[in-house]
């Protein structure tokens, strides 16, 4: 299974970004999507997280700001960033939980993405 993360780059102060994660491979079904992120010298944190059935879960950090949806269809998950901050720089990480590929559930992580917020 491979998780193949886009959308990263830098905006500005207000601004906007869409993250977007695509899973591949040999699996019959993933319960939890998800994104986390870790800016320098600090630990990885969940941003938010979406389960099959469309249930979400944010850090209080982004709630009302950020959006967390998911293409079951495309097996999918986008992450629509608006009123960013420049707290809100990090390297963002898509992850898939929970993922069942017919020998069993496991995780998975996708490649980073750097989001960048400055003037």
């Known amino acids: 299974v491979q998780l193949q993360a886009s959308g990263g780059g830098l905006a500005q102060p207000g601004g906007s970004l869409r993250l977007s994660c695509a899973a591949s491979?040999?699996?019959?079904?993933?319960?939890?999507m998800g994104w986390y992120r870790q800016a320098p010298g600090e630990q990885r944190d969940l941003v938010a997280s979406v389960t099959d059935n469309g249930r979400t879960n944010y850090a209080d950090s982004v709630k009302g700001r950020f959006t967390i949806s998911r293409d079951n269809t495309k097996n999918t998950v986008y992450l629509q960033m608006n009123s960013l901050k420049p707290e809100d720089t990090a390297v963002y990480y898509c992850?898939?939980?929970?993922?069942?590929?017919?020998?069993?559930?496991?995780?998975?992580w996708g490649q980073g993405t750097q989001v960048t917020v400055s003037s």
């Open positions: 992850k898939a939980d929970r993922v069942w590929t017919g020998m069993g559930f496991r995780d998975y």
């Open positions: 491979g040999s699996f019959f079904s993933i319960n939890t």
